[in-house]
DNA sequence: CCGATTTTGTGAACGCGTTCACAAGCGCGT
DNA sequence: ACGCGCTTGTGAACGCGTTCACAAAATCGG
């Protein structure tokens, strides 16, 4: 355990994670700020482009250092080249997304990864009707060759059906992926050096569907 | 103003939002146990099926109210039942999605949301191309028709491109759609008696992205 | 060169959510 | 009937994240 001496490098380490959650917004808030025509843009003005308070979006900056000037405000493009640097986003890793199907297809297909530095790299499933097919400029692939195209820094993503998913995972594991996105409907085990992250379009629907009776019974009453 | 003399209200009301952003999960897990044959489940055994520790799982379950049984667990049919009224999924409001693109197509062949109450009742497009085709079943519809399909309590989805976003939000919002979930990469804003969600597929990999670089420079060093 | 003005960066207070730890309650065996 | 073991429900402590409010810093006009 080396005591971190660079002060850039204790502020990596030391970003809160609700902090990171955020940064992404921000990027995307400064690209449509500079297509505008900014090249400045105050913490004000900024807060504002990502939906949040200004409090807020300042003290998540600091987090990555002092990049502002006071009475000016943030250099638009030079908080773009911090906040992908901090993210990791100039050497981008490759991502790795298993499971070709409906929800496959619209993520290969999803134009928003490339804009930031993140495309797909591969497509892997196991149907042999699925695998040779090209989508989204890649050729499907069969899973049995994950560990071919799993190289390094790799995220993966699964997009399979539920009962698949955990094998997959594992699969992903022991080939090497330490971060991976699922989209499967299912809770995944993996090993703690793992980072799991998990989007589920019917929680969402559900979280929502609670508010919306919520204040359906506040009227009624 | 009325004072909340129900205790059940009262509850229902103070629900704090990271629990109920839980309970679809709960709920995923009691479906799990139950085709396993439990007839009863401890929340040590709820709470690894649902990826919590036990503790987290019982407060979060006395805010519903007392449905355990001490020294046995719960029942794993009434605690279903239990979080399916606290969730509004007894009588599931419509669901109307806008944008039917890869993500719409992929969000429309969706299981997962049947299987739990809340189908995807409309789509909607703007494309004349799309308009007309048949869908998972359902016929889509242009989105000027939007007004007819909503019908009381509505949840939206918006599918679009980000540019399109914020006028089928505002054409929501005006048909009485009060709850909202944004597929769109872009900040929307609503009026404040609107419930907004969004999910957005890029950032999720960024965070990724922002771990997987932070690993790597650990072990580099 | 200086004061007025703007805006950042941050210490402090606050609130929410998680975790801990245990008393209260329930069933079962004897 | 009664005590024993198991499990829930919850008050209390803790930690993280948000918000507030202001001092420090930078620009600009005179």
Redesign the interface.
């Known amino acids: 355990m ?1 005591a971190p001496s660079l002060p850039e ?1 204790r502020r ?2 030391g970003i809160p994670e609700a902090t ?2 955020r ?3 921000y ?3 400064l690209h449509g700020l500079a297509e505008e025509g900014f090249v400045t843009a105050s913490s004000e003005e900024l807060a504002e ?3 949040v308070n200004s409090a807020k979006l300042r003290k998540d900056l600091s987090h990555l250092g002092s990049y502002g000037t006071r009475g000016v405000g943030y250099d638009v493009e030079h908080l773009v080249e911090e906040i992908s640097t ?4 100039q ?3 490759s ?1 790795v997304l298993v499971g070709v ?3 496959g ?3 290969a ?2 134009g ?2 490339a ?2 530095g ?1 495309a797909i790299d591969a497509l892997l499933d196991v149907d042999t009707a699925t695998v040779g097919q090209q989508i989204a400029g890649l050729t499907v692939r069969h899973l049995d060759e994950l560990p071919a195209v799993v190289t390094g ?3 993966g ?1 699964i997009a399979t059906p539920a009962r698949a998913a955990q094998e997959v995972c594992d699969r992903l594991v022991s080939a090497g992926v ?4 699922n989209f499967a ?1 299912t ?1 995944l ?1 993996v090993p703690p ?1 793992v ?1 799991l ?1 998990k ?19 506040g009227a009624d ?1």
């Open positions: 080396t490098e990596r380490a990171i959650a940064l992404p917004v990027l995307r808030a482009a990502a939906g901090a993210l990791g986003l050497r981008p890793c991502v199907g409906n929800l297809r619209a993520l297909g999803y928003g990864f804009s930031r993140l820094a790799s995220i993503v330490t971060s991976i996105l409907p809770v085990v050096h980072d992250r989007v589920d379009l019917s929680i969402e629907l559900q979280i929502l569907s609670f508010h919306e009776h919520r204040k359906a019974m009453r």
